[in-house]
């Protein structure tokens, strides 16, 4: 049960309680009576009513939740991890080099193939409930991996492709793991 909904129902029955108590033993505090009364059955309506529930924020006002992808992984030659990063609360991460006056939410600076990797190579963009990525007119490109298929698919600059958890994103010969 969700904190919220819980207080409610505490309200709820510390109304009610002061309500059956003030009858009890004041009677004479009718405005007591009615407003703890008022008070519990306020509160009983909340918790009966079927709320729409708000879209989880991960935390992050105005940052919503995503089912799904949640982090990318820098795999070695051996498929071991090298990195990771977070998409917690973001709607947006490119992929690229940090340079001196350039930094990037994916570094692959050291990444053994980096300097194939441009210094912006590619975006990772939230939008209708998915995430996808998008080539940044690079060089070398973008190919992705759908998750079962081995079929190495190229990406055309400019045209977003979704990604999904099990998905591996190759910048160069760099390998991303989407999960």
């Given at each position: ?87 917690f609360g973001r709607t947006s991460l490119v992929i690229g080099r940090d ?81």
């Amino acid at each position: 049960m969700e904190i919220r909904r819980l207080l409610d129902w505490i309200i709820t029955c510390v109304g009610l309680a002061v309500c059956i108590l003030t009858a009890f033993y004041w009677s004479g505090q009718i405005w007591l009576i009615a407003l703890s009364g008022g008070i519990a059955i306020v509160f009983f309506m909340i918790c009966c009513i079927q709320r729409e529930e708000a879209p989880e924020t991960n935390g992050h006002i105005g940052a919503p939740a995503r089912a799904g992808v949640k982090q990318i992984i820098h795999l070695g030659e051996d498929g071991g991890e090298l990195s990771r990063w977070d998409f917690f609360g973001r709607t947006s991460l490119v992929i690229g080099r940090d340079s001196g006056e350039n930094q990037v939410d994916i570094n692959l600076a050291d990444a053994t193939y980096s300097r194939f990797i441009e210094v912006e190579h590619a975006v990772l963009n939230y939008a209708d409930g998915s995430w996808y990525i998008e080539d940044l007119h690079s060089e070398n490109g973008i190919r992705v991996q759908k998750d079962g298929d081995d079929h190495k698919y190229k990406l055309a600059p400019s045209k977003p492709c979704k990604i999904d958890p099990g998905d591996i994103i190759y910048i160069a010969e760099t390998r991303l793991l989407v999960r």
